[in-house]
Nanobody
């Protein structure tokens, strides 16, 4: 079983920055492809960014490209989402997710492809 714990959310003014962290349990973090998603009230869960097991491949949604950057530190069992130039429409609960896959550089964009999810962290951007 994999446990994921997000942190780093909060209230920020428009134009500001936040860095979200997602700490994973387990001894095989470098076997997890990771992703970040968000969900605003009344909306579907939205893909933001994904990263392969060793960080060699990344992909960001067009809606956040150039503003959000995903990265990971396998020694710390942590994946990050650096967010800048935040807008009020970025307000949502942000989730990290893990896909168990051995020896693969693949990344995943659909929520149904992921095996484990964190509990989410709230990000609120004020105008």
């Amino acid at each position: 079983q994999v446990q994921l714990v997000e942190s780093g959310g909060g209230l920020v003014q428009a134009g500001g920055s936040l860095r979200l962290s997602c700490a994973a349990s387990g001894r095989t973090f470098d076997s997890y492809a990771m992703g970040w998603f968000r969900q605003a009230p009344g909306k579907e869960r939205e893909f933001l960014a994904a990263i392969s097991q060793r960080g060699g491949n990344t992909y960001s949604a067009d809606s956040v490209k150039g503003r959000f950057t995903i990265s990971r530190d396998n020694a710390e069992n942590t994946v990050y989402l650096q967010m800048s130039s935040l807008k009020p429409e970025d307000t949502a609960v942000y989730y990290c997710a893990a896909k168990i896959r051995y020896y693969s550089a693949a990344i995943y964009r659909r929520p149904t492809e992921y095996d484990y999810w964190g509990q989410g962290t709230q990000v609120t951007v004020s105008s």
